[in-house]
């Protein structure tokens, strides 16, 4: 069962592609199931777009895990498969993959023509153009120019850098839940 948040994140994401052409940003302190939100979100754009190509990408094999577990508990028969050395799995054909970056980062001509990049802990992409990360974003957009990219991640905030938003990839924040106020309510919902 999704928690009110969680569902306003989703929804945050409908409202920000129905107005804005950019990158955003679901910002959820640790803890606060950034990857039920994903399982959601997927699931709800497969209703609607079963024709879709989506990868949802990370750093570290636990949360790539994860992410495809908690898809698969929410949505048992989604079109999904995990790309990671990691896991020992290389899975290119389903419509949704689970994958790390190290994995994928010079292999984008083999998933083709993908239409949404999920990037989880996306304070970890760097501005600059020289990452793996931007590399493999420059890379699909050769296939798909019209490749839309959304970060989850517990701080907007780059060491060093500022505001994930200042540069680079991602253009705006759309659901922020890292406030006092925010952090207030999520108390009170337990």
């Not at 508990?73 to 290119?92: N, R, Y």
């Not at 949704?96 to 993908?114: D, E, L």
Request: hydrophobic share 45%; charged share 20%; glycine share 8%.
């Amino acid at each position: 069962q999704a928690r009110e948040y969680q569902t306003f994140a989703v929804t945050s994401l409908y409202d920000y592609f129905g107005r804005n052409h950019g990158n955003p940003v679901l910002a959820m302190p640790t803890g606060t199931g950034k990857s039920v939100v994903i399982a959601l979100f997927l699931e709800s754009i497969y209703r609607q777009f079963p024709n879709q190509r989506v990868m949802v990408l990370t750093h570290v094999k636990e949360l790539i895990q994860q992410n495809y577990d908690k898809l698969k508990a929410v949505w048992p028969v989604a079109p999904a498969g995990i790309h990671s050395a990691g896991l020992g799995k290389k899975d290119v054909l389903q419509r949704i993959i689970f994958g790390g970056i190290a994995s994928v980062a010079k292999k984008a001509a083999q998933f083709g023509h993908v239409d949404l990049l999920i990037i989880d802990e996306a304070h970890l992409v760097s501005p600059s153009d020289e990452t793996m990360y931007r590399a493999f974003i420059d890379a699909l957009k050769t296939t798909n120019p019209f490749l839309k990219v959304i970060g989850l991640t517990a701080t907007p905030w780059r060491l060093g850098h500022g505001k994930i938003t200042d540069d680079g990839i991602f253009t705006d924040v759309c659901f922020d839940m890292t406030s006092m106020q925010a952090f207030n309510w999520l108390i009170e919902q337990g």
